[in-house]
């Protein structure tokens, strides 16, 4: 029985069905939502539910502000989530590359680095065709992961290489003037690329017995910090003081982790209370939340005059999901089911692909000159490609039987 039935039964037996039900338990996370929604909260006061854990999501959102690959790691953890976190990546993508990418053009039409360019969106589409291979099979191998994060390391390398290349080439420039400016263009003004590695920690604080959590960080941290407090100066850091940052990393892992966990949780209440498939609260929710923050921040790149650094932002999301598979596999599970079967997937998938190529030919032809135009198709690409997926969701498009 599946969990989004319960809109079905009797207003005064969905607490029953919710907790009886296997699928409407949630394995992970601390804040069971069903639960408070039609068990805690009275009937008339539904609404008012639903409206908090909006603004709960949205808090969420906001303390996080990181990319769809930390969301993908808890979500594929659970197969009921999986749709999710396809939805999520793809959905984000695609708002990516034709929301963020053409306000870019539009805000500030310039001339795009063709080498960077061509190297982002290559691998990107690699990527892809990957996933296509992935979304046919309906499951993930350990070896398809292994292609993932070689994907990964080989678009790292070609960076630094690219970087060094460009390093040695002005450094024979300087030393000679009188030769003519080498024709290699530069990576400089792209941001440092960052590892989109999700982490997963649910062994240090899924901690099983009677002891509550708090009292056994209460036990450990009390003598921690009185030991602290007596070995410390107020004008010179402890020779121990690197510890400090290795810990402010592993907390910072372990609230992304929980947060992320939490968000999924929170989006297939959603989907369960407004009888939404997994796939389409993650194009749509999941990957405008995820995307909000590069929409801000390569815009105002753009405005400041940096639409280069802004638009190579706009290719690099899909590349880091090798890692959240990998870290739900174990010697004993090497291969992980996806429900990524019927045609809204296809979409997803589909409309990321026509994005990329959309801006690969258009961008080549146009000579790498971002002009508003681009800006308006892009958008145009997006509105069309939001518009078929929730028609698709809703069963007025359909798939061939």
Request: glycine letters at 8%; proline letters at 4%; hydrophobic letters at 55%.
């Amino acid at each position: 029985v599946q969990c989004q039935e319960v809109g079905k039964v009797n207003v005064s037996l969905r607490c029953e069905f919710i907790r009886s039900t296997p699928d409407c338990s949630d394995s992970d996370g601390y804040i069971s939502y069903l639960d408070g929604a039609f068990c805690i909260f009275p009937p008339p006061l539904f609404a008012l539910a639903i409206f908090l854990y909006a603004l709960w999501l949205l808090y969420l959102f906001i303390i996080l502000a990181v990319t769809a690959e930390k969301f993908a790691v808890a979500a594929f953890s659970d197969s009921r989530t999986a749709g999710l976190a396809i939805g999520a990546l793809f959905g984000a993508g695609v708002f990516v590359t034709t929301v963020v990418a053409g306000g870019i053009a539009l805000v500030k039409p310039f001339t795009a680095a063709s080498r960077p360019f061509l190297r982002d969106i290559v691998f990107y589409i690699a990527a892809i065709f990957l996933t296509f291979y992935v979304l046919y099979q309906g499951y993930v191998t350990l070896p398809v992961v292994l292609v993932y994060l070689l994907m990964y390391v080989a678009y790292v390398l070609v960076v630094v290489l690219s970087a060094w290349i460009y390093q040695r080439m002005r450094h024979r420039s300087l030393a000679a003037p009188s030769l003519s400016e080498p024709d290699l263009l530069t990576d400089s003004e792209e941001p440092s690329e960052s590892t989109p590695h999700g982490s997963e920690f649910d062994a240090l604080y899924l901690i099983q017995g009677t002891m509550p959590i708090w009292a056994l960080l209460v036990i450990i941290g009390t003598p921690l910090a009185v030991i602290i407090f007596f070995t410390t100066k107020n004008n010179q850091p402890p020779k121990y003081y690197f510890l400090f940052s290795f810990l402010g990393f592993i907390a910072s892992a372990l609230w992304i982790s929980a947060a992320a966990t939490e968000i999924v949780n929170l989006l297939r209440t959603f989907g369960v209370v407004f009888r939404l498939s997994n796939t389409v609260l993650g194009l749509t929710l999941l990957a405008w939340g995820n995307s909000i923050g590069d929409f801000v921040s390569d815009l105002t790149l753009a405005r400041q005059g940096y639409p280069r650094m802004a638009f190579s932002a706009c290719f690099d999301v899909l590349i880091g999901v090798g890692l959240g598979c990998l870290l739900q596999m174990g010697p004993s599970k090497t291969v992980l089911q996806l429900d990524a079967h019927g045609l809204l997937m296809w979409i997803l998938a589909g409309g990321l692909g026509i994005s990329l190529v959309f801006s690969l030919v258009f961008v080549t032809v146009q000579c790498f000159h971002l002009r508003r135009v681009y800006g308006i198709a892009l958008l145009v690409l997006y509105v069309v490609f939001l518009i078929v997926a929730l028609l698709t969701e809703f069963g007025i498009i359909k798939e061939e039987s």
